[in-house]
């Protein structure tokens, strides 16, 4: 036995690469916090001073607290119907056989290799010559585009591995597809299903390109946070933006990938 | 009560079932037995309405199911590995189809009771569907489909994942509860001693066909073939051709030589004879009986526990010939036999006739 159990032995050079790709990774984000505390207006070392005036003075920017409020509505909007939509696109994929699902599905998952750029010009070329007017809705447009494969690609797995019989055992106590859907379907997979919420929540949230050739009057936070960037002055606000929109993203995702596996049976929780 | 009319099932180009044709009646414990593959889950799936048939019709009742989803098919089921809704406690469970009836929520209440009552598990109606034993989480998943008072109770291997005592016990009960609810159940299985405990009749299946329907008595003692013969129970096979006619009917078989025989078979057909080793008689001496005799030698013993088999090298066959007698304590004249001399002896009902493969 012992012979064979050199995988679960610690690999030290192993566990020092990894540690040095995680700082290579997170250093320069780390930078972000660091610099958000420091008293003084430039981002350079020795750090000056500690404060937290930097926060503070977010709260009296009125542009920016509007800019915040537009992303929340975008991002909530963007995460409800790309849900919505992903749910039973997932689960037709996931169910039913059909002629050539396999480069189906794989042409759906394109926007997420796709550049956000190329993206966002062909949507702007193709709203103008539509007549339609830049505003949150195109803003929230573009964003279901890079959300909805997204969402599949959070729900898929999760319907596959989900035990069928429990919805044929419904149907046998008397129930119709839709009753079953809502008494079966939904109840035992809200886990994946909260975690599709919440990550095209942060997505959008997020999301640069598609606002920056999409949105008309009304900018989101990003929008906001590039158009700051000119003034010198206002830097080390930003950075306490930034850090805040950092600790609320991982906080998201973290959540979502919890959640994603609550009840997963391919992934037992510890201690059962 | 279910009548299945060349039902045929294909899964693109493999074929699950061919041309099957069941009649099953009302309150009868039908089994369908066969090895995986056997196309047995299949048939029950059709029958629930989970697949559509290729080809032929299922009735229930005279009425034909085809264009019937299975939530409106008047059967319930129970699954092989239960399906209990994880989300919901056990009484949940068990009361799942009763608000689409408009039973009132006392009563729905009140049958829930009676239900846990019934599966012997009062008070367990708060527990999750994870905190069950397998046994136990069976016998939830039957109170959740006898709680709908349904025609037909289908029961997809619903032994299976059962340790041998429990399995043992829970067959009694199924049994039990069977004969008081007056139900029709249908128990898939690939467990030949489970269908033969439990069923007034077995389809024994294989490669998508049917090949024989039968009360257990009937298939261990006039199995068609040496499929159904070997499927269920052992069975010694010998090769033979019929001889003679009329009184002087006989059957040459290698080893055992001339057997007289009543058949309808005619001289010079080759048949396959069976013979269950529990048949078979093994002395020291050679019996004075007129009862045709084979010297042989116990080549090995198997013992299994108050009983054993066997196993007689006799001249001119090449496997030997398996017999079962029984081992009492310390009454044993077979303890430490191998290698002695023996005959073998048969009485008149112990050869049986079957179509050669």
Redesign the interface.
């Known amino acids: 036995m012992a012979r064979y159990a050199g995988f679960h032995r610690p690999n030290r050079p192993l566990a020092l690469y990894a540690a040095v790709f995680a700082v290579v990774l997170y250093l320069p984000i780390l930078l972000i916090p660091v610099f958000s505390f420091n008293s003084g207006v430039f981002v350079r070392f020795p750090l000056e001073g500690f404060t937290f005036g930097w926060y503070a003075d977010l709260f009296q920017r009125e542009p920016l607290i509007r800019a915040f409020w537009n992303s929340v509505k975008v991002a909530c909007f963007v995460s409800l119907l790309s849900t919505l939509i992903a749910v039973p696109a997932a689960l037709a994929i996931a169910r039913y056989r059909m002629p050539g699902k396999a480069p189906a599905v794989a042409f759906m998952m394109l926007p997420l290799v796709l550049p956000g750029l190329i993206l966002g010009v062909a949507l702007l070329t193709l709203l103008n010559r539509m007549g339609v007017t830049l505003s949150l809705v195109t803003v929230a447009l573009g964003h279901m585009v890079i959300c909805l494969p997204y969402a599949i690609s959070v729900l898929l797995p999760r319907f596959i591995g989900f035990?069928r019989?429990?919805e044929?055992?419904?149907?046998?106590?008397?129930?119709?597809?839709l009753?079953?859907f809502w008494?079966?379907t939904l109840?035992?997979n809200y886990p994946a299903i909260l975690a599709c919420l919440l990550m095209t929540f942060t997505l959008s949230f997020d999301e640069f390109f598609m606002a920056f050739f999409l949105s008309g009057a009304e900018p989101t936070l990003p929008m906001y946070i590039w158009s700051q960037l000119r003034f010198p002055r206002d830097f080390p606000s930003l950075l306490a933006l930034s850090s805040l929109i950092l600790l609320f993203s991982f906080a998201l995702i973290f959540a979502s990938l919890r959640l994603a596996r609550i009840?997963d049976p391919a992934q037992p929780e510890s201690g059962r | 009560m279910i009548s299945i009319r060349n039902v045929s099932k294909s899964f693109g180009r493999f074929q699950a079932l061919r041309d099957v044709s069941l009649d099953i009646g009302a309150g009868e414990f039908f089994s369908l037995l066969g090895a995986s593959g056997s196309g047995k889950t299949t048939l029950l799936r059709l029958i629930a309405g989970f697949e559509g048939v290729s080809a032929g019709t299922i009735a229930i009742d005279g009425h034909e199911m085809q264009d019937v989803p299975p939530h409106l098919r008047p059967i319930n089921m129970v699954f092989q590995n239960y399906a209990i809704f994880p989300h919901l406690n056990v009484r949940d469970n068990i009361a799942y189809g009763l608000p689409r009836l408009g039973i009132p929520r006392a009563e729905q209440h009140r049958r829930v009771d009676e239900m846990l009552e019934l599966i012997a598990l009062p008070g367990y109606g708060d527990r999750r569907a994870n905190q069950l034993s397998g046994g136990q989480q069976q016998r939830v998943a039957l109170a959740r489909a006898l709680i709908l008072k349904p025609r037909v109770l289908l029961l997809d291997e619903p032994l299976g994942a059962l340790d041998k005592q429990l399995r043992e016990q829970m067959q009694l009960e199924l049994r039990g509860l069977q004969r008081r609810l007056g139900i029709t159940f249908i128990l898939v299985t690939h467990d030949q001693e489970e269908a033969l405990t439990l069923s007034d009749r077995v389809a024994v299946m294989a490669n998508g066909e049917v090949i024989q329907v039968d009360t257990p008595a009937g298939l261990y003692d006039q199995p068609r073939n040496r499929k159904v013969a070997a499927f269920v129970g052992t069975m010694n096979f010998f090769d033979a051709t019929i001889r003679g006619e009329g009184a002087s009917l006989r059957a040459e078989i290698a080893g055992l030589g001339p057997q007289p025989l009543a058949t309808s078979r005619r001289a010079g057909e080759r048949v396959l004879i069976a013979v269950r080793p529990e048949s078979l008689t093994l002395s020291t001496t050679r019996p004075d009986s007129p009862q045709p005799a084979v010297a042989g030698r116990i080549e090995a013993r198997q013992y299994l526990g108050g009983r054993q088999i066997l196993h007689v090298a006799v001249a001119g066959r090449a496997e030997p010939v398996a017999v079962a007698t029984l081992a009492l304590r310390g009454e044993d004249p077979w303890q430490g036999s191998e290698g002695r001399p023996v005959w073998l002896s048969w009485g008149p009902g112990a050869l049986s006739v079957l179509d050669p493969d």
């Open positions: 035990n019989a429990l044929e055992a419904s149907a046998d106590l008397g129930e119709p597809p009753r079953t008494r079966v109840p035992c009840g």
